[in-house]
C-alpha cells in the first residue's frame, strides 16, 4: 500500500523547534519530489516546499526561508522538515505528499492527503 505518513509535530513556543518527518511505504521515496504543505486554521491549504529526487529544494513560501529546511534520508525512506525559529503564524497542520517535479509550482499531488501533523506554536 502506497502510503506516507507525517509525524512530529505537536506545542512548541515561538523561537523554539520541531522536526516533522514524512514515512514513506510502498515505494521509494527518493524515486519522487515531495512537497510540504500546511494549513492554518481558516485558511486554504498552501505549498511550503518542496525536495527534490536529488535533494534540491524549492521554496514556495517566502516566509520560512532561512528557518525551515528538508532533507532526505534514504535507508529509512523518510523526508525531513526541520523548522526553526518557529512563529505562531506557522501554526497549522503540515502535510506531506508526492507532486510533480520541483521547482513546479503546482499543487497537484500524486495520490490523497494524508492525515498530517498539528504543529502549534504559542507561548
Known amino acids: 500500500q502506497v502510503q506516507l505518513v507525517e509525524s512530529g509535530g505537536g506545542l512548541v513556543q515561538p523561537g523554539g523547534s520541531l522536526r516533522l518527518s514524512c514515512a514513506a511505504s510502498g515505494f521509494t521515496l527518493d524515486d519522487y519530489a515531495i512537497g510540504w504543505f500546511r494549513q492554518a486554521p481558516g485558511k486554504e491549504r498552501e505549498k511550503v516546499l518542496c525536495i527534490s529526487s536529488s535533494g534540491g529544494s524549492t521554496f514556495y513560501a517566502d516566509s520560512v526561508k532561512g528557518r525551515f529546511t528538508v532533507s532526505r534520508d534514504k535507508a529509512k525512506n523518510t523526508v525531513y522538515l526541520q523548522m526553526n525559529s518557529l512563529k505562531p503564524e506557522d501554526t497549522a497542520v503540515y502535510y506531506c505528499?508526492?507532486?510533480?517535479?520541483?521547482?513546479?509550482?503546482?499543487?497537484?499531488?500524486?495520490?490523497?492527503w494524508g492525515q498530517g501533523t498539528q504543529v502549534i506554536v504559542s507561548s
Open positions: 505528499a508526492r507532486r510533480p517535479p520541483c521547482p513546479s509550482p503546482s499543487t497537484v499531488i500524486f495520490g490523497s
